[in-house]
């Protein structure tokens, strides 16, 4: 019975399963079939002699690094770059959608958008020069500072300047194009409630406390699960863009470190027993924030 609802559904749909085929194809490819490779995290790893010819070494590799003197420092860092990018960076896009929403010139709200989405187009590198050239000693910042009496400082030389740049410029990056997503979800909010709300009496704030937030929320929620299942993937691309060995106090995070014992020290058992391990402890927080996110608000995932 399965079997003939399946077929039916297959011929009466054919031309969306063929749309549908080059991204399965994506997924299996680029995602599920290289986790094949994950056992490498069990083995001392050889290029030379393959995967199955290399050495089995059970959980040695993490044990090392539970018992690494770098384990707390990359765990500390991964968590608080995570969370105050979460608390900060999260709510940036539902307030400037918003924000947007309200605004009365057609004109004006599509410069804004345009203006805030452009960051996110700019290559990391681009990107990395400039945070660089902005706080270098003789850079804009410290020309600001210096106008106002302050002492110049080279930022990125400084462990506890690192955090507030990363999390700054993560802003600057993501807010215009998180945008997208709410906006859209404001834009499916039927308008008869906003005209039924004006003629009780409601102004702007309790029209956005009590008819815009709640036909955002399933959005804000799937968007906020799916946020704490990669709170442990910290963009290391613009980390490593950014940090040296003088601010590694604040900025080495896993994906920093595990670049550096697979990439640069070829210890290729070692850094995929690192990142599986940061692997399941997204997936667990996920599991996690779905369950409560069913529980309190009903909205989920699956």
Not at 117 to 137: C, E, K, N, Q, W
Not at 194 to 209: S, V
């Amino acid at each position: 019975m399965l079997a003939t609802r399946l077929g039916k559904d297959l011929l009466r749909n054919k031309w969306l399963y063929v749309l549908m085929l080059p991204v399965l194809l994506y997924y299996i490819l680029f995602h599920y079939v290289p986790m094949y490779g994950a056992i490498i995290a069990f083995k001392q790893f050889i290029p030379s002699k393959g995967i199955l010819g290399s050495e089995w070494v059970g959980l040695k590799h993490f044990e090392s690094f539970f018992s690494s003197i770098y384990f707390f420092r990359v765990i500390k860092n991964t968590i608080l770059l995570s969370f105050f990018n979460l608390l900060i960076g999260f709510p940036a896009p539902i307030l400037l959608a918003l924000l947007l929403n309200e605004l009365k010139s057609s004109i004006f709200r599509r410069i804004t958008q345009t203006i805030t989405y452009m960051p996110h187009f700019i290559t990391l590198v681009v990107v990395a020069g400039i945070i660089r050239y902005f706080t270098l000693s003789d850079g804009l910042l410290n020309d600001v500072i210096a106008f106002f009496g302050g002492e110049r400082i080279s930022f990125l030389q400084q462990p506890g300047s690192f955090r507030p740049i990363y999390i700054i410029s993560e802003i600057w990056q993501q807010i215009g194009w998180g945008t997208i997503i709410y906006l859209a979800a404001i834009s499916g909010i039927d308008q008869q409630q906003y005209e039924a709300a004006k003629i009780d009496g409601a102004n702007k704030l309790q029209q956005i406390t009590h008819i815009t937030l709640p036909g955002m929320l399933p959005t804000i929620m799937i968007m906020l699960i799916l946020a704490l299942g990669n709170i442990m993937n910290v963009g290391f691309e613009k980390i490593i863009l950014l940090y040296s060995a003088s601010i590694y106090e604040t900025a080495d995070v896993i994906s920093t470190y595990v670049y550096r014992k697979g990439i640069l020290e070829f210890n290729y058992g070692y850094s995929a027993a690192v990142g599986l391990f940061n692997s399941v402890i997204n997936f667990g927080i996920l599991l996690l924030a779905n369950y409560f996110s069913k529980r309190v608000s009903k909205n989920s995932l699956w």
